[in-house]
C-alpha cells in the first residue's frame, strides 16, 4: 500500500475501463468527453468527475479505438514504471546467502570444538594422539571395530599388534622425527637405513571386546650400545584396567645392502633426547627358545605364501603377519578352548615377496592328547623357508578362555544336581 501510493504521487495511474463513460450514439468504441467548465462567482474552474484529459500523440487528441487484445498487449510490452522502491536490492536473497555461510561456519566450528559426550568415546578422534610425560611417552586411542574381533567376539592378536605398531610409528611422526622412511628419523634415511625388531614379548592380561576404547602409550629407552627398546602399556580407557603389555628390541639395518649396521653418532643425537630411563615394562624372557624341524614338530602346515598386501613399504612381510602364520599350524583344540596369554618371538631372518613357508608347532606342558583340557598348554613355534632357514622362533602360552570355564561349571552343577 505505501508503495502504491509513493508511485501514484509521481506516476498517473489509469482509472479502470468501468469509470469512463459511452456516448449515447457511439458505435461501440469509448469516447472521452472533452473538459466541461463554467464561470462561478468566485471565478474558479470547476471540473466534472468523470472528465479525464484526452491522450494526445504528436499533440493532436485521439479516441481510444484500439481492441481489448491490442490494448492488453501494449499493457504486457510495456516495461514498469522506474520508481525508488523497484530499484532497491532483492533483500530476501541477501539473507538467504548471509544465513547459508553462518550455517556452515557454524557446523565447521562444531566439528573442531567437538567434545565427547561419554566417558566411553574416544577422546582425541580427530588426531593421531599426544606426546605426555615431557615429552618422553606418546599416547594413543583406539576404538575396537567389528571387523577387528575373531570368532570369540574379542579383539584378535593381529589388532592388538597393528595397535602397538600405529603407536609406534605415530610416535615418531608426532615427535617430528619421521623422514622418508616408514618409521627412519631424516639422518637414517639419508644413510639408507631403516628400524628391524628382533624380538618381541606380549603379555595378555584381557582382550577387549566390540566398542571398547583402548588406551595404548608407548615409550623408547636404550638397549645397548647399538639398540633400542620400545614398550607399550595398553589399558580400558574407561576403567584404567591393564589389558596388555609388550616390549620390543630393535636394531638398524642397511635397506640396500640388507645388513644390520651400528647407529651413528648423528642418529643417536636425533634419538636419544627422546629416550626414557626406565625398566621393561615385561620382565624379560631369557628361557632359549628351542629349534624345531620335523622330528619335534607335532604339526606342520606348509606352502604359505606372502601376499602383495603383506608387503610394507620396506618391501619386506610386516612383521605382524609372522603372528598369523605361527598360529596356523596351533592344534585347533587348543584355539577352540583356549586364547593366547604370552607371546614370545626372535626375527632371525626377513621374509620376501617370493618366499615359500613352513609352520611348525610342538605342544608342550599339557599332553599332546589333553589339549582341551582346563589347565595351561604351552607351544614351541617355527616358521622357516622351504630350504629350511629359519624366519622366526616363538613360544606361546594359552589359557582357557572364560567361556569355557563358565560352561564347564555350568555342566558340572547340573551333573551334582543331577547325582543328588
Known sequence: MVATAAA??????????????????????????????????????????????????????????????TAKEDVVSSPAPRTFINQLPDWSMLLAAITTMFLAAEKQWMMLDWKPKRADMLIDPFGIGRIVQDGLVFSQNFSIRSYEIGADRTASIETLMNHLQETALNHVKTAGLLGDGFGAT???????????????????????????????????????????R????????????????????????????????????????????????????VNEDSTK??????????????????RWNDLDVNQHVNNVKYIGWILESAPPP?????????????YRREC???????SLTAVSGAGIGNLGGPGKV????????????????????WRPKHANNFGMMGGQMLADESGA
Request: hydrophobic fraction near 35%; aromatic fraction near 6%.
Open 8 to 69: 501514484s504521487s509521481f506516476f498517473p495511474v489509469p482509472s479502470p475501463p468501468g469509470d469512463a463513460k459511452f456516448s449515447k450514439g457511439g458505435s461501440g468504441s469509448a469516447s472521452l468527453g472533452g473538459i466541461k467548465s463554467k464561470s462561478a462567482s468566485s471565478g474558479a474552474l470547476q471540473v466534472k468527475a468523470n472528465a479525464q484529459a484526452p491522450p494526445k500523440i504528436n499533440g493532436s487528441p485521439v479516441g481510444l479505438t484500439a481492441s481489448v487484445d
Open 186 to 228: 631424516p639422518e637414517m634415511s639419508k644413510r639408507n637405513l631403516i628400524w628391524v625388531v628382533t624380538r618381541m614379548q606380549i603379555l595378555v592380561d584381557r582382550y577387549p571386546t566390540w566398542g571398547d576404547v583402548v588406551n595404548v602409550d608407548t615409550w623408547v629407552s636404550a638397549s645397548g650400545k647399538n639398540g633400542m
Open 289 to 306: 627358545l628351542p629349534k624345531l624341524d620335523d622330528k619335534t614338530a607335532d604339526y606342520i602346515r606348509k606352502g604359505l605364501t606372502p
Open 378 to 397: 604351552e607351544c614351541q613355534h617355527l616358521l622357516r623357508h622351504e630350504d629350511g632357514a629359519e624366519i622366526v622362533r616363538g613360544r606361546t602360552e
Open 334 to 346: 587348543i584355539l577352540e578352548s583356549h586364547e593366547l596369554a604370552a607371546i614370545t618371538l626372535e
Open 352 to 358: 620376501g615377496r617370493d618366499s615359500v613357508l613352513q
Open 230 to 281: 620400545r614398550d607399550w602399556l595398553v589399558r580400558d580407557a574407561k576403567t584404567g584396567e591393564t589389558l596388555t603389555r609388550a616390549s620390543s628390541l630393535w636394531v638398524m639395518m642397511n635397506k640396500v645392502t640388507r645388513r644390520l649396521s651400528k647407529i651413528p653418532e648423528d642418529v643417536r643425537g636425533e634419538i636419544e633426547p627422546y629416550f626414557l630411563n626406565s625398566d621393561p615394562v
